[in-house]
Protein backbone atom coordinates (compact mmCIF):
# COMPACT_ATOMS: atom_id res chain seq x y z
CA UNK A 1 0.00 0.00 0.00
CA UNK A 2 1.72 3.19 -1.08
CA UNK A 3 0.68 5.74 1.69
CA UNK A 4 1.96 8.50 0.21
CA UNK A 5 -0.10 7.99 -3.27
CA UNK A 6 -3.14 7.27 -0.85
CA UNK A 7 -2.55 10.93 0.59
CA UNK A 8 -2.01 12.84 -2.23
CA UNK A 9 -5.01 11.48 -4.45
CA UNK A 10 -6.77 12.03 -1.21
CA UNK A 11 -6.32 15.44 -0.69
CA UNK A 12 -7.99 16.02 -4.40
CA UNK A 13 -10.95 14.34 -2.76
CA UNK A 14 -11.23 16.76 0.11
CA UNK A 15 -13.53 16.05 2.67
CA UNK A 16 -15.90 19.04 3.58
CA UNK A 17 -15.18 19.90 7.21
CA UNK A 18 -17.67 18.81 9.64
CA UNK A 19 -19.29 16.48 7.11
CA UNK A 20 -20.58 13.35 8.67
CA UNK A 21 -22.19 10.14 6.72
CA UNK A 22 -23.40 7.10 7.83
CA UNK A 23 -23.63 3.98 5.42
CA UNK A 24 -26.80 2.33 5.37
CA UNK A 25 -28.92 -0.21 3.10
CA UNK A 26 -29.32 2.06 0.36
CA UNK A 27 -25.45 3.12 1.00
CA UNK A 28 -24.32 6.94 1.15
CA UNK A 29 -26.81 9.19 0.02
CA UNK A 30 -27.03 13.17 -0.11
CA UNK A 31 -26.33 16.30 -2.48
CA UNK A 32 -23.90 15.30 -4.95
CA UNK A 33 -21.83 18.09 -4.07
CA UNK A 34 -20.51 16.33 -0.80
CA UNK A 35 -19.69 13.28 -2.07
CA UNK A 36 -16.58 13.63 -3.85
CA UNK A 37 -14.29 12.29 -1.10
CA UNK A 38 -16.40 9.39 -0.16
CA UNK A 39 -16.82 8.16 -4.11
CA UNK A 40 -12.81 8.40 -3.71
CA UNK A 41 -12.44 6.29 -0.54
CA UNK A 42 -15.38 3.77 -1.48
CA UNK A 43 -13.09 3.30 -4.35
CA UNK A 44 -10.10 2.04 -1.89
CA UNK A 45 -12.51 0.64 0.39
CA UNK A 46 -14.19 -1.62 -2.65
CA UNK A 47 -10.08 -2.60 -3.37
CA UNK A 48 -9.31 -3.93 0.09
CA UNK A 49 -12.90 -5.59 0.05
CA UNK A 50 -11.92 -7.03 -3.27
CA UNK A 51 -8.88 -8.20 -2.27
CA UNK A 52 -9.96 -9.70 0.97
CA UNK A 53 -12.88 -11.97 -0.49
CA UNK A 54 -10.32 -12.54 -3.94
CA UNK A 55 -13.48 -11.79 -5.71
CA UNK A 56 -15.51 -8.84 -8.18
CA UNK A 57 -16.77 -5.99 -6.18
CA UNK A 58 -19.53 -3.87 -7.41
CA UNK A 59 -19.66 0.01 -6.88
CA UNK A 60 -22.52 1.42 -8.05
CA UNK A 61 -22.97 5.01 -7.88
CA UNK A 62 -26.64 6.53 -8.19
CA UNK A 63 -29.30 7.36 -6.38
CA UNK A 64 -32.32 6.53 -8.95
CA UNK A 65 -34.99 7.40 -7.02
CA UNK A 66 -33.85 10.69 -5.47
CA UNK A 67 -34.15 14.03 -6.64
CA UNK A 68 -31.58 14.82 -9.84
CA UNK A 69 -29.14 16.89 -7.42
CA UNK A 70 -28.56 13.74 -4.99
CA UNK A 71 -26.64 10.85 -5.56
CA UNK A 72 -25.10 8.24 -3.54
CA UNK A 73 -22.90 4.93 -3.68
CA UNK A 74 -23.41 1.58 -2.52
CA UNK A 75 -20.75 -1.00 -2.73
CA UNK A 76 -21.84 -4.73 -3.94
CA UNK A 77 -20.45 -8.01 -2.49
CA UNK A 78 -19.28 -10.81 -4.76
CA UNK A 79 -22.93 -12.40 -5.14
CA UNK A 80 -24.33 -9.21 -5.56
CA UNK A 81 -25.16 -9.10 -1.99
CA UNK A 82 -25.57 -6.07 0.27
CA UNK A 83 -22.09 -5.53 1.95
CA UNK A 84 -20.94 -7.57 4.45
CA UNK A 85 -22.30 -5.81 8.00
CA UNK A 86 -18.50 -5.09 9.47
CA UNK A 87 -17.67 -3.59 6.19
CA UNK A 88 -20.65 -1.28 6.47
CA UNK A 89 -19.00 -0.12 9.63
CA UNK A 90 -15.80 0.32 7.78
CA UNK A 91 -17.45 2.34 5.14
CA UNK A 92 -18.44 4.94 7.13
CA UNK A 93 -15.49 5.00 9.35
CA UNK A 94 -13.88 5.52 6.09
CA UNK A 95 -16.01 8.25 4.83
CA UNK A 96 -15.95 9.98 8.32
CA UNK A 97 -12.15 9.75 8.79
CA UNK A 98 -10.19 13.35 8.76
CA UNK A 99 -7.50 13.33 5.92
CA UNK A 100 -4.80 12.88 8.69
CA UNK A 101 -6.05 9.62 9.98
CA UNK A 102 -6.74 7.81 6.49
CA UNK A 103 -3.48 5.92 6.62
CA UNK A 104 -4.42 4.54 9.85
CA UNK A 105 -7.60 4.03 9.18
CA UNK A 106 -6.58 2.01 6.19
CA UNK A 107 -3.81 -0.01 7.63
CA UNK A 108 -6.56 -0.81 10.72
CA UNK A 109 -9.38 -1.72 8.47
CA UNK A 110 -6.59 -3.99 6.39
CA UNK A 111 -4.84 -5.24 9.50
CA UNK A 112 -8.34 -6.59 11.28
CA UNK A 113 -9.94 -7.81 8.12
CA UNK A 114 -6.35 -9.89 7.36
CA UNK A 115 -6.38 -8.19 3.50
CA UNK A 116 -3.46 -9.72 1.73
CA UNK A 117 -2.35 -6.28 -0.06
CA UNK A 118 -0.58 -8.59 -2.70
CA UNK A 119 -3.68 -9.94 -3.84
CA UNK A 120 -5.11 -8.64 -7.10
CA UNK A 121 -8.31 -6.48 -7.00
CA UNK A 122 -11.41 -6.68 -9.19
CA UNK A 123 -13.74 -3.76 -9.22
CA UNK A 124 -16.54 -2.97 -11.17
CA UNK A 125 -18.19 0.26 -11.33
CA UNK A 126 -21.87 1.53 -12.70
CA UNK A 127 -23.49 4.92 -12.84
CA UNK A 128 -26.54 6.25 -13.22
CA UNK A 129 -27.03 9.02 -16.45
CA UNK A 130 -28.01 12.08 -13.62
CA UNK A 131 -25.08 15.11 -14.65
CA UNK A 132 -22.92 13.94 -11.22
CA UNK A 133 -22.84 10.47 -11.85
CA UNK A 134 -19.54 11.12 -14.33
CA UNK A 135 -17.34 13.46 -12.22
CA UNK A 136 -18.45 10.90 -9.04
CA UNK A 137 -17.16 7.62 -10.79
CA UNK A 138 -14.07 9.28 -11.80
CA UNK A 139 -13.77 9.78 -8.20
CA UNK A 140 -14.16 5.98 -7.67
CA UNK A 141 -11.73 5.00 -10.13
CA UNK A 142 -9.45 7.08 -8.64
CA UNK A 143 -9.56 5.42 -5.45
CA UNK A 144 -9.31 2.04 -7.44
CA UNK A 145 -6.00 3.10 -8.98
CA UNK A 146 -3.96 4.39 -6.55
CA UNK A 147 -4.35 1.27 -3.88
Not at 66 to 95: F, I, R, Y
Amino acid sequence: MDLGAITKYSALHAKPNGLILQYGTAGFRTKAEHLDHVMFRMGLLAVLRSKQTKSTIGVMVTASHNPEEDNGVKLVDPLGEMLAPSWEEHATCLANAEEQDMQRVLIDISEKEAVNLQQDAFVVIGRDTRPSSEKLSQSVIDGVTVL
